[in-house]
């Protein structure tokens, strides 16, 4: 029997509205947004695939009635965590070069 035909039956035949599956989406764009904070460079990428799968599971969601919202947002967050992240962490890399390098300059 499926789930929502059980929940029915305990509840007197009441209709219910029963979310039993999790988005697959939802879950990739968490996994993408954890992974955009930790791993140089790459996590940019992954960052910007982590926003577009998120946004896509959100549509899914409420088409369809699941759960994992949750998990699109959190996935939203740290994707957009990442790519903040991975931004500052190029421009540093380029103000230490800028920097060092005229600093060579000076002393010869």
Do not use: H
């Not at 960052?47 to 088409?63: D, Q």
């Not at 790519?83 to 500052?88: A, G, M, T």
Request: net charge positive; charged share 15%.
């Amino acid at each position: 029997m499926r789930v929502k035909q059980v929940i029915q039956k305990q509840l007197g035949g009441r209709k219910v509205d029963v979310k039993t599956e999790t988005n697959s989406k939802s879950i990739v764009s968490l996994v993408l947004g954890i992974l955009s904070i930790f791993i140089p460079f790459v996590g940019f990428i992954l960052g910007v695939i982590g926003i577009v799968l998120s946004r896509m599971a959100t549509r899914e969601i409420a088409m369809r009635n699941e759960n994992g919202k949750g998990l699109a947002v959190a996935g939203l967050t740290c994707s957009i965590v990442g790519i903040v992240l991975q931004i500052l962490l190029v421009l540093l890399y380029l103000l230490f070069f800028i920097l060092f390098s005229v600093n060579s300059f000076e002393i010869q």
